[in-house]
């Protein structure tokens, strides 16, 4: 099954993660106007930075288009993407800066795990990320550093504190790629059930 999967574009380090996804061979593209919402499955928000970001999304209209996407469809924060999943669709806390400054930012050995996986290593990359302070009882910790969540899950909503499109390793883009392959089967399978139920 094909998905595409659009990368918010208003701010920030979009590119990378288009690139990412291309590696994967995932239909991609760059999603400026609130209209571009519609021809996508999936949704990736970028790092940078989160109030520009925000002033963005209210200068351009997208903040409604957004909330109803998020209620619907699968989306994957990084960074400051995070930070406004946790204003959204993401029960956590987060601090913006909470590792501190610019100064602190760093490279780091991860433990990520994800369902029916083993445990793995993932090479972090850290910059100015938002501190996760608590998880909703829905949250799934899938990725930790000295035993803080890291990367998260909630239901089709996917979120890291760091930066995976900067890295050569695909493990996280992947995973999502599979969240948003199973909620178009899901979405598939209830068009069906409901056609039988009124046929
Ligand atoms: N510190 C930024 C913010 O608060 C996030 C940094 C990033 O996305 N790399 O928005």
Same mark, same amino acid.
């Given at each position: 099954?094909?998905?595409?999967?659009?990368?918010?574009?208003?701010?920030?380090?979009?590119?990378?993660?288009?690139?990412?996804?291309?590696?994967?061979?995932?239909?991609?593209?760059?999603?400026?106007?609130?209209?571009?919402?519609?021809?996508?499955?999936?949704?990736?928000?970028?790092?940078?930075?989160?109030?520009?970001?925000?002033?963005?999304?209210?200068?351009?209209?997208?903040?409604?288009?957004?909330?109803?996407?998020?209620?619907? =469809?699968?989306?994957?924060?990084?960074?400051?993407?995070?930070?406004?999943?946790?204003?959204?669709?993401?029960?956590?806390?987060?601090?913006?800066?909470?590792?501190?400054?610019?100064?602190?930012?760093?490279?780091?050995?991860?433990?990520?795990?994800?369902?029916?996986?083993?445990?793995?290593?993932?090479?972090?990359?850290?910059?100015?990320?938002?501190?996760?302070? !608590?998880?909703?009882?829905?949250?799934?910790?899938?990725?930790?550093?000295?035993?803080?969540?890291?990367?998260?899950?909630?239901?089709?909503?996917?979120?890291?504190?760091?930066?995976?499109?900067?890295?050569?390793? !695909?493990?996280?883009?992947?995973?999502?790629? =599979?969240?948003?392959?199973?909620?178009?089967?899901?979405?598939?399978?209830?068009?069906?059930?409901?056609?039988?139920?009124?046929?």
């Amino acid at each position: 099954m094909k998905c595409v999967i659009g990368v918010l574009a208003l701010q920030g380090g979009f590119t990378k993660h288009i690139e990412m996804l291309q590696r994967l061979g995932v239909a991609t593209f760059e999603v400026r106007q609130p209209q571009d919402l519609e021809r996508c499955d999936a949704l990736v928000i970028p790092g940078g930075e989160s109030t520009t970001i925000q002033k963005q999304i209210t200068f351009t209209d997208f903040e409604e288009p957004l909330k109803e996407f998020m209620a619907a =469809k699968p989306v994957f924060g990084t960074c400051a993407g995070l930070i406004l999943m946790a204003q959204n669709c993401l029960d956590i806390t987060v601090k913006r800066n909470g590792y501190g400054r610019q100064i602190e930012s760093c490279r780091c050995s991860l433990d990520i795990k994800f369902p029916s996986r083993r445990k793995r290593k993932y090479p972090g990359i850290f910059i100015r990320a938002p501190r996760i302070q !608590s998880v909703g009882e829905d949250v799934n910790v899938l990725g930790e550093m000295n035993g803080e969540p890291v990367l998260v899950q909630q239901g089709c909503f996917l979120g890291a504190t760091f930066h995976p499109e900067l890295t050569d390793d !695909s493990g996280i883009h992947e995973y999502f790629c =599979k969240i948003v392959l199973k909620n178009l089967t899901a979405k598939k399978q209830r068009h069906k059930d409901a056609k039988k139920e009124f046929a």
